[in-house]
């Protein structure tokens, strides 16, 4: 049995490297994918996003105020207009991505103690951009009223300590736990490439079924079995293993590897990603077989796959919290290893979870294995057995 288990599984390897449809998926696009899907987000932190403004004050309070915006690390203020027309064309064209508008009597209102707002028109289409450029403009504008109103207190004759707890009574402190630079690399990267490691392995798995399907050596091979059972259970555990010992290496690439080349937190050990990752690879490739069955050509397999990826997107979470999806949602995410996969190796390798934290995810994958072999053992059993009858019915 084990001999034969090695024979299937070396015969997979095989077809998986000379087979280019195969090894364009599960060699060429693995490292395609580890090279170049994290190029656009190394530099985690949006820095220096150019930003106008219209002073229409212009007094040392309004000059002093465009200073500090200027200083924040997130906005630079490269333009000074005159007035929102120009300010919307400009937009439009992509010079710049927003424009801090100070209105007239700024300093005037602010020394009669009044409130004079001032506005920040931005670009939302780029939500990310615009999120931290009006928390930069938001927070340099509560300093500066801040710091006025402490110096108006002290003037009248207050002491410093009490006008500064007065305004001030309390310091936060923002702490990012999980996600040291708040970036988004950070925070896409890890689930990403789960994902890309499951999209690979399922569609791998599709292909090699179908390339596999009444070839000379399984047909030799369950002629040798005569029995549709046995002959099943080999040919779909050997294939595991070639999945299993192929996509280890994967993992370990994507996840260990990974980490340290683009700086990202890890925070489990290896032997724990392993444990978790199993069930996921016997999950996905055993889910490959189930809808080798149903699909009959190559482009149904991409047919099928790719857009059915858009859905995994969505419903791990990354695009759209989970807790705000309908019911619906969880049931469907519920039936892609993909799913449970990312939350858990998240979890596990960038938030450093114990086994309690991360074993609903543990056991749903192996549900999902033990439901997805029967499937897939059932579906080639029955195939096998109409191969043999048609066999007899040659032979005879």
Known sequence: MIKSLLLISYEELKRIFQNKAIASVMFVGIFIYFFFYPQPYLHEAIRDVPIAVIDQDNTNYSRELVRQLDANKSININLHIADLQT?????????????????????????????????????????????????????????????????????????????????????????????????????????????????????????????????????????????????????????????????????????????YWYDLPRLSHLVVSLSFIIPFIFSTALLGKVVSHFVHTVSDVFCLIIPSSMVIFFVTGLSWPKELMPPLFHLIGDIFPAVPAIVGSVKINQMGARFSEFSPQYWHLWILTIIYFGIAFILEKRNIQKAMSANVREEK
């Open 87 to 259: 300010a919307k064309k400009l937009i439009e064209e992509r010079k710049i991505y927003g424009v801090v508008l100070i209105p007239y009597r700024f300093q005037q209102h602010i020394l009669e103690g009044k409130t004079s707002p001032i506005s920040y028109y931005g670009d939302a289409s780029y939500i990310l951009i615009y999120s931290n450029v009006a928390t930069a403009v938001n927070t340099v504008a509560s300093n500066f009223g801040a710091k006025i109103s402490i110096s108006r207190k002290i003037a009248q004759g207050v002491d410093p300590a009490v006008a500064t707890n007065s305004v001030s009574p309390f310091n936060s402190q923002l702490i990012s736990l999980f996600n040291p630079q708040s970036g988004y690399a950070t925070y896409v990267i890890p689930a990403a490439f789960i994902l890309i490691l499951y999209q690979t392995l399922l569609i791998g798995s599709i292909l090699c079924r179908l390339f596999s399907k009444n070839s000379d050596f399984e047909i030799t091979f369950i002629n040798q079995q005569n029995d549709a059972a046995s002959s099943a259970l080999l040919l779909l555990l050997g294939k595991l293993l070639t999945y299993l010992m192929l996509y280890l290496i994967y993992f370990m690439m994507y996840t260990v590897f990974a980490n």
